[in-house]
């Protein structure tokens, strides 16, 4: 596919995001922000049976960085919690369709580091 497709389908996911928005009821909640440019990511997730069962975030900042948590958290929905903490910087790539180059890969990996850092929380209070 042409990279225009791409570029389309991230401006389609930052003006009209899935999961956006806070989860009425959730198990961990995670907030990161980039301060290099100040976009900032709090992710909620509910697990069940070891698996994301629901997952939403709010937050503000770029294209890449909202659409990406956007794309993030339909990605990760019925994934159990140790395949989604395996995401990295490769899989973002996947996920968003295209490589957002060293000056945005801190905006692209937001998502996926609160993620990461939601899941670690979780499994943390529930040894």
């Known amino acids: 596919m042409p990279l225009d ?4 389908e991230i401006i389609s996911q930052y003006e009209h995001p899935h999961n956006k928005g806070k989860l009425t ?15 900032d990511i709090t992710i909620y997730v509910k697990i069940e049976k070891e698996k994301i069962a629901q997952v ?20 990760v929905k019925g ?5 989604a903490k395996k995401i990295d910087y490769e899989k973002v790539k996947e996920i968003l369709g295209l490589d957002p180059g060293p000056a945005r890969m801190h905006c692209a990996v937001l998502s996926a580091k609160a993620l990461a850092g939601a899941l670690e929380s979780y499994m943390k209070a529930h040894k």
């Open 79 to 83: 994934m159990s919690i140790s395949d």
């Open 56 to 75: 939403s975030f709010e937050g503000q900042g770029c294209a890449i960085s909202q659409a990406g948590a956007s794309m993030l958290t339909d990605f």
């Open 5 to 8: 497709i791409y570029a389309e």
């Open 25 to 39: 009821k959730y198990d961990v909640e995670f907030h990161d922000e980039n301060p290099i440019c100040g976009d």
